[in-house]
């Protein structure tokens, strides 16, 4: 008989995750509320922004609440529908949970999605998905690039990271990257693009300044921010006058029971640099704009969006952990069904 595997959040994670901070649980399958559906997941998200809603901490999202499954953008099948708008066998996503089926309310989120237009449903968790609009719209809107300017990625290597070195690049700019080993950083020249790229790691703040330094000496007139801490602090020595730095993520620092922050806040005054905090649900109702144009560019073949793609709800704490240890080799998805 078909049961409803969820993945539940049981204790808030102190520092690092451990397997005892969740709990695999099976339980029945819902049905749907009135006007609403459920959803039979078939690829879930696994992102670093998962980690921040796991503490109990003022955020853009609630916390998750102890007990139940983690929060996460999945794509699947309408199993059960109360909605006239929605049938069974569908093709949908929306923020859905880690678990086999979710009740979703249409709106919001939760929309049909065409698997037939791409090579595989997951697609719309990267290159259609989050990952892709939010280096489209983080680039594009809040970094404003200009042709000719040069832009600094950190966590360069990562989903959003490649992705937006290669928008970069479309729109006539120099791309350095900063990512974790010799491997990383190959990729980011061979199958991205980039016209450098730097490793970050074993090295102080003034070491990598200073390769920052080599590869931008005019400075960075863009600086996308993934990672934050040591690389951020580093980064900031090398602004351009007016530069725009993009907040995207901190996942250097999701783990810390200390928060780093911008310790050289100073050079953003020096610099008259501006630091637009980035969310992508505040583009929700241009996500088609977006989308549309990663399509074309991917159709084009100026875009390359990989996926690491792992299987099995029962492997979602092993899955997840990738994220932090650097083993992920492009947008990373779980796949169950």
């Not at 310790?263 to 549309?292: C, K, M, P, S």
């Not at 997840?320 to 947008?331: D, I, P, Q, V, Y």
Request: glycine share 12%.
């Amino acid at each position: 008989m078909a049961v409803n595997r969820r993945f539940l959040l049981v204790r808030r994670p102190q520092g690092t995750p451990v397997p005892e901070d969740f709990e695999l649980v099976s339980a029945e399958i819902p049905s749907p509320p009135p006007g609403g559906i459920v959803v039979r997941n078939h690829y879930i998200s696994l992102d670093p922004a998962q980690r921040g809603w796991m503490d109990d901490a003022p955020s853009y999202m609630p916390p998750i609440p102890l007990g139940d499954p983690v929060r996460a953008t999945t794509v699947g099948v309408v199993h059960a529908s109360d909605n006239p708008d929605f049938t069974p066998g569908q093709w949908v996503m929306g923020l859905n949970a880690i678990e086999d089926y979710s009740v979703a309310m249409p709106g919001g989120f939760t929309m049909p999605v065409d698997v037939d237009a791409v090579a595989s449903p997951s697609n719309f968790l990267s290159a259609l998905g989050a990952v892709g609009l939010t280096a489209y719209f983080g680039l594009l809107e809040a970094g404003k690039p200009q042709p000719g300017e040069t832009i600094l990625v950190s966590g360069a290597a990562g989903a959003v990271g490649s992705a937006v070195g290669q928008i970069g690049k479309i729109v006539g700019c120099r791309v350095v990257g900063i990512a974790g080993g010799p491997d990383k950083c190959r990729r980011l020249i061979e199958d991205y693009g980039f016209d450098a790229a730097i490793d970050y790691k074993g090295k102080d703040v003034e070491t990598l300044a200073a390769e920052i330094a080599k590869a931008a000496p005019d400075g960075a007139n863009v600086v996308f921010e993934n990672v934050g801490g040591t690389v951020m602090e580093a980064e900031l020595f090398n602004l351009a006058l007016h530069a725009r730095i993009v907040l995207c993520g901190l996942i250097s620092e999701y783990n810390s029971e200390e928060r780093i922050g911008m310790r050289n806040l100073w050079q953003v005054l020096a610099r008259r640099a501006v630091v637009h905090g980035f969310l992508i649900a505040d583009y929700a109702d241009r996500f088609a704009e977006g989308g549309a144009m990663m399509a074309r560019w991917l159709a084009e073949g100026r875009m390359r969006i990989d996926e690491d793609v792992q299987e099995g709800l029962e492997n979602a704490f092993d899955a997840f952990m990738r994220l932090f240890s650097g083993a992920n080799t492009g947008k990373l998805v779980l796949k169950i069904a």
